[in-house]
């Protein structure tokens, strides 16, 4: 079992960047896919980045695709997402996931593939 600690949300203005951060608990990090996953009000929980275990295979969607950057320090057990271009639309709740898997290559990118989640953090980009 894994428990997942996102930081790093804040309110920025449009343009500016973030890094968010989450933490895993225990000595299996490497074994887990990692995602992030975003929340808007009256909206349903979308896709945003996914790395396999390795760090080596990453995915996005297509609406932060070259403005978000996904990471992972196997030896600190923590999960990055740099946010840069900010938009109104990016603002959320953000949260971390972990998928145990066996498959090095696998980038889980549907949110009942993972198996743990953070409680979230806020980000909010205003104009």
């Known amino acids: 079992q894994v428990q997942l600690v996102e930081s790093g949300g804040g309110l920025v203005q449009v343009g500016d960047s973030l890094r968010l951060s989450c933490a895993a608990s225990?000595?299996?990090?490497?074994?887990?896919?990692m995602g992030w996953f975003r929340q808007a009000p009256g909206k349903e929980r979308e896709f945003v980045a996914a790395?396999?275990?390795?760090?080596?295979?990453?995915y996005y969607a297509d609406s932060v695709k070259g403005r978000f950057t996904i990471s992972r320090d196997n030896t600190k057990n923590t999960v990055y997402l740099q946010m840069n271009s900010l938009k109104p639309e990016d603002t959320a709740v953000y949260y971390c996931?972990?998928?145990?898997?066996?498959?090095?290559?696998?980038?889980?990118?549907?949110?009942?593939?993972?198996?743990?989640w953070g409680q979230g953090t806020q980000v909010t980009v205003s104009s």
């Open positions: 996931a972990a998928r145990s898997t066996v498959l090095i290559v696998s980038v889980p990118t549907s949110s009942s593939e993972y198996n743990y």
């Open positions: 225990g000595r299996t990090f490497s074994r887990y896919a």
């Open positions: 790395i396999s275990r390795s760090g080596d295979i990453t």
